[in-house]
């Protein structure tokens, strides 16, 4: 039961996530240190304050400081800093997120390089080398889409990394045992409840709650995939499985605003991202949630993974972006540990 607080394919179709190649420009990485800045931030490093101040430092805080979708109350996907190249020390070399662009008439030909952990860990660095800025808003364009890819798997191996040393190994075998999955989970969650096809897992903190709902079904054909489908089976898992604090009150998905779907490569496999609100039918707690629908193709069912907050009153992004690092440890186990899901 929710505690209410105090106030407030299947081709197995694989995205093509854009390949960009890290071309050799003096980059040595050693002795790496923890990365340093904020939470969903990145910072920027340009040639001038010019170029921030201009339409190319409007393209970059549009597309990266854009509305996180699935958000009860308006959030950016990331915050945005900024520097000029001859202010970037290595005191700000440490930042997890950096995107460097150099624009220089001298350059022949442009360069998109990406470096992972390269001054600190976990890093992405990302530097556009270009010699005009029409050039760079034809690269942007190409490239922007698996960048801010890369820049979200940081956030999440960052936001997990503050759980990495208090793992529950106890959830983690019951999940391999029970159900034939294998996921990372702090101890700071427990098991609120299972069924054969279903696990709910819970964080009861002072002021917010985090939960992951863990279930499963056959697959039979690719309508398993559908949107419409996918918050159909949430609605009657959560309908019979999550209840609420009010006598017959149980969560819902919310549908004044309609979740959002997107095809994604969830950790190599093929899936569907449903991102949007819940809420409880007869009571009236709710918050952000989001999803991962995938095959499982040696037991021949389908997995979602699903990732949920209360925050009432508060900003929610960064709470649900520790959920999603998370999901995101979800691995099949291997051969040797597992174990034929329960029937």
């Known amino acids: 039961m929710f505690r209410k607080h105090n106030p407030a394919t299947v081709n197995l179709l694989m995205l093509a996530i854009l390949a960009i190649v890290l071309q050799s420009c003096g980059f040595d990485a050693s002795g790496l240190k923890p990365a ?5 931030e990145i910072l920027f490093v340009t040639n001038s304050n010019d170029n921030w101040k201009s339409e190319i430092g409007d393209t970059l805080k549009a597309f990266f400081g854009q509305e996180l979708k699935g958000l009860p109350q308006p959030e950016s996907a990331f ?3 900024h520097v000029q190249s001859p202010d970037f020390s290595q005191l700000y070399q440490s930042h997890h997120n950096i995107f460097i662009l150099d624009i220089n008439n001298s350059f022949d030909k442009s360069i998109v390089e990406t470096k ?3 001054w600190a860990k976990p890093q992405r660095v990302v530097k556009f080398s270009v010699a005009d800025k029409n050039t760079f808003y034809q690269e942007f364009a190409k490239n922007k889409e698996a960048l801010l890819q890369l820049f979200d798997e940081t956030e999440r191996l960052r936001a997990f990394s503050a759980f990495a040393t208090l793992l529950d190994q106890k959830i983690k075998n019951q999940l391999i045992e029970s159900f034939d999955i294998s996921m990372e989970m702090p101890k700071t969650f427990y098991i ?3 069924a054969d096809n279903f696990v709910w897992i819970r964080r009861e903190a002072e002021s917010f709650s985090q939960g992951i709902i863990i279930y499963y079904y056959p697959y039979t054909d690719t309508m398993a995939f559908d949107p419409q489908r996918i918050i159909q089976v949430r609605d009657s898992v959560t309908k019979r499985y999550i209840p ?3 006598t017959g009150s ?3 998905t919310a549908s004044l605003v309609p979740p959002t779907p997107k095809q994604i490569n969830f950790n190599d496999n093929f899936a569907l991202e449903m991102r949007g609100l819940w809420e409880l039918e007869g009571d009236y707690m709710g918050g952000p949630f989001v999803s991962y629908t995938f095959l499982d193709p040696i037991h021949n069912r389908i997995i979602t993974l699903d990732g949920y907050v209360y925050y009432p009153n508060q900003d929610k992004r960064n709470l649900l972006r520790q959920v999603e690092s998370i999901l995101y440890t979800f691995q099949f186990p291997d051969a040797g540990i597992s174990a034929e899901p329960k029937k």
């Open 250 to 252: 149980y969560m819902k």
């Open 116 to 118: 992972k952990d390269f």
């Open 36 to 40: 340093t800045g904020r939470s969903n």
């Open 244 to 246: 609420g604090p009010a």
């Open 192 to 194: 609120a409840g299972t």
């Open 79 to 81: 915050e945005l800093i």
